[in-house]
């Protein structure tokens, strides 16, 4: 299965991103700056963590406006799917490919440990290997985490089962609303999350808990 890595000047999680990708599908993803208009085919592209130009404005909303996300939006459209992590959830969020915002944590401070996530919806082209209500570990690292939507937004992703991943055991490090960690758009083809799996995929780092993420994405079968 090949994948693509979105770059943006501030990205900090790209090469944890590329190392997981190379080592879950054994193929190295290919590496699309944002001045880009293209992207070659593939079966999952990925906008990593970061500060995509320095958060400046708000997270990720330059960052939505770049050349490159008119190829990421074309593709989403087509049904490849898209996953973001951290500023790549903020990106899509800000770019109308996910619903909602991410607003200041709660605490007004960067937060950066573990919590735990539920995988509320097991059957998504992006938990499937997980089993449905598993409690995964997972590392967050963010300061502009907190999950918000209207009320009308809010009942809909939760009536159409698009809350794929949920933080755990009183461990919401942000504030966000309903316990949101990570959702998916109406096609499920789409995925933000502010938690990093990339970076909990083998013994190495402590625990493989987010490799199933992986799996189930670069997995032909959803």
Known sequence: MKSAVILFPGSNRDRDMIAALTKVSGLEPAKIWHTETEIPACDLIV???GFSYGDYLRSGAIAA??????AVRK????????????NGFQTLCEAALLPGALMRNASLRFVSREV????????????HHYKQDQILRCPVAHHDGNYFADNATLNALEAENRVVFRYAEGTNPNGSLNDIAGISNERGNVLGMM????????????GDDGRGLFESALSKVA
């Open 65 to 70: 406006r770049s050349p490159i996300m008119g």
């Open 47 to 49: 906008i990593p963590g």
């Open 75 to 86: 593709a989403a459209n087509q049904g490849v799917k898209v996953l973001g992590v951290c």
């Open 195 to 206: 938690p990093h799996p990339e970076n909990l995929i083998e013994a190495f780092h402590g």
């Open 116 to 127: 735990k996530l539920q995988v509320t919806n097991a059957d998504t082209m992006f938990s």
